[in-house]
């Protein structure tokens, strides 16, 4: 998987691997203390929806909530409810001022799916009855601009941006790559490999935390 994403035209060459981890980990979203989300950007032709569609879909889309640019704060929050379902949000595009609030609508539900323990959203209703949802999942993002505009979101959400550099050998080698990998046995065994070494990703976790504290001023 790591290999199919370096072949990925990147700004910087480590988004290679925070996108494979951000996809390992996303089954599992709903085992994770803290949840990391993910925002692609990129010009038109560089490859972010055929990466959603070919690469991301194809590993976790079965078990994932699919959206795109007109989809709702309100509209995912009443679908997700309680699952720990990853969520796939492409064409994130904030092209008018409508737009940009319906994003940072979206941007505050990722925001506070980011810490396990967090307190239930607790909605009101006009029959007095009152509707709660613990949103327990990870985002990632796709958009040509980057739609983050506050300190608290971009804390949580790793940038990454694809290139187009017009290199049809490398999307070659990809295509070719990403076909006779991803076959419906190799998804099948990267879910459950995930699923079952939960145990050991929620003890690194806590280890690399407390390493990078010192290095990064928080964990």
């Not at 994403?5 to 060459?13: D, G, I, N, S, T």
């Not at 049809?168 to 006779?180: G, I, P, Q, T």
């Amino acid at each position: 998987l790591i290999d199919i994403c370096v072949l990925f035209a990147w700004e910087k060459p480590m988004s290679a691997r925070y996108v494979a981890g951000w996809m390992a980990l996303a089954p599992i979203c709903g085992a994770l203390v803290w949840r990391p989300h993910a925002w692609i950007t990129g010009s038109s032709g560089a490859g972010k929806s055929w990466a959603f569609n070919n690469i991301v879909m194809r590993l976790i889309g079965s078990i994932s909530q699919a959206a795109q640019h007109s989809t709702t704060e309100a509209g995912l929050r009443q679908t997700l409810r309680h699952d720990a379902k990853p969520v796939i949000f492409d064409e994130a595009e904030a092209k008018d001022q409508r737009a940009q609030l319906r994003i940072d609508n979206v941007l505050e539900l990722a925001r506070s799916a980011s810490t396990e323990g967090s307190p239930a959203i607790i909605k009101g209703s006009p029959d007095g009855n009152a509707s709660t949802w613990r949103i327990r999942s990870m985002f990632l993002f796709s958009s040509v601009n980057y739609g983050v505009r506050s300190t608290p979101d971009e804390n949580r959400i790793t940038a990454m941006t694809m290139l187009s550099d017009g290199d049809k050998a490398r999307f070659s080698a990809l295509s070719k790559l990403v076909a006779d990998t991803l076959t419906d046995e190799y998804v099948d065994r990267f879910l459950a490999r995930s699923i079952k070494i939960i145990p050991a990703i929620r003890a690194n976790a806590r280890i690399f935390a407390a390493a990078s504290a010192p290095v990064l001023g928080n964990q």
